[in-house]
């Protein structure tokens, strides 16, 4: 065995003897990890394609998406037309990867912005649908910061983001029952040590304080009330 496969082999060995809540730690950190790799490769385009715009005497930042792309497409094509032909491209320079060191071009930065740019709060946004109530019940989730959802209770203060009383005539629901939260562009839900727990898409209970990425279309149910995640 080399020496590359007996240290994959230990790693594999200590993971799996890690518990399921820090094996999940380890993974968010490794996530956030990737997540400040593609912004700085995204920083590091941005600032090369303002760059190309000033000696175009245009202005990136006042253009639209639509703009950008075109502006982009054109780079591209100039580079093709230019690889094709004899003699010094009069193409400008673009800087070297940062990371790696190889030569960027422009069907390069158009990969990088387009690919990696973080989506707009618009996107971002989520939202849960009550289902099975005969109105149109929706709640909207900020994308960022964390939203509490549970059932009213003025006596004692409790104000969740998310107040479900409505739909919970036999208050199954725990005054501060779940809540979620945004970490970069992933959502999260986490049971707050309810009562009656929450479950996802039927099958997956969730552990108290144990955050659980959602998807598009996953179905919590909270108590006996069902919501369904969007976004």
Not at 155 to 179: E, F, M, N, T
Request: net charge negative; glycine share 6%; proline share 6%.
């Amino acid at each position: 065995m080399s020496d590359l496969n007996s240290v994959e082999q230990q790693l594999r060995d200590w993971i799996d003897q890690l518990a399921p809540e820090h094996k999940h730690t380890l993974l968010l950190m490794l996530a956030e990890d990737d997540r400040l790799r593609r912004a700085a490769r995204l920083e590091f385009a941005v600032v090369q394609l303002r760059r190309l715009c000033v000696e175009r005497e245009l202005d990136w930042d006042a253009m639209v998406e639509s703009e950008r792309e075109n502006f982009l497409d054109n780079l591209i094509r100039e580079n093709e037309l230019y690889a094709t032909q004899i003699g010094k491209s009069s193409l400008p320079s673009i800087a070297p990867c940062l990371q790696c060191g190889r030569e960027i071009t422009p069907a390069d930065l158009y990969r990088i912005y387009f690919g990696e740019r973080p989506p707009s709060i618009e996107r971002a946004a989520a939202k849960l649908v009550v289902l099975d109530v005969e109105v149109d019940a929706q709640f909207p989730l900020a994308a960022e910061g964390e939203v509490t959802i549970g059932r009213l209770d003025p006596h004692r203060g409790i104000r969740p983001d998310v107040d479900l009383s409505k739909y919970d005539p036999a208050s199954r629901i725990s005054r501060r029952h779940a809540r979620v939260t945004v970490r970069g562009h992933q959502f999260f839900v986490e049971d707050l040590g309810s009562a009656n727990g929450t479950i996802v898409n039927g099958n997956k209970r969730l552990k108290p304080q144990e955050p659980y990425p959602l998807a598009n279309g996953d179905v919590l149910k909270i108590g006996e009330t069902t919501l369904k995640f969007v976004g």
